[in-house]
């Protein structure tokens, strides 16, 4: 168990000392995800950034995923999207919805800051944990076509499917918890509250 966010993220910091010395940048998945990772950054001294990854929700039920994007990246599970007789046209309009949910967020969260460069740093993606995998491997693929020499994926807790899924997909993954059986992130948390948006734009800031 964690205690909250910032607990974890002070975990999360001590599990990544063997990155100290390296050209790092860490990329905080909103929201949650960039309090843990406002917290990696603090207590490594490394600069902190976003990538902003969005699920792909299936029509009347968009708490089911059928992939997720990130900007430029798409890792859709096509045989879900077949399964469900998805069509085309709900996909794409469903992908530009959230495409422009991600720009919006972008322009709110950095309020004019620069991006902070990924080519040919060291890219550890942190989420305060995964679930199914899908965003996190969204946001993994930007970063490596964003130029990173190295993504690693830091999370405190992900269930073992997950963390060997997502294994394909970074050149590391660091999940200090991998428990089975796993049911919501937030059960492992004494204190898992909603992330805002206000909460984001000021942790960025003092990044």
Known sequence: MFRDRIDAGRRLADA????EGEDVVVLGVPRGGVEVAAEVARVRRWPLDIVIPRKIGA???P???LGAIAPGVRVLDERMIRSLRVSQAYLEGEVA???????RRTEAYRGGRSAVPVAGKVAVVVDDGVATGGTAAAALRWARAAGAS???LAV???PPEAVARLSKEADEVVALATPEPFFAVGQW?????Q?????VVELLEHG
């Open 97 to 103: 919805a959230q495409e422009e949910e991600i720009r």
């Open 63 to 65: 708490e089911l995923g």
């Open 59 to 61: 029509p009347s039920n």
């Open 150 to 152: 190295r993504v690693i």
């Open 195 to 199: 992330t805002s948006d206000d909460e």
């Open 16 to 19: 990544l000392t063997h990155l």
């Open 189 to 193: 948390y004494e204190r898992f509250p």
């Open 156 to 158: 405190p807790v992900a």
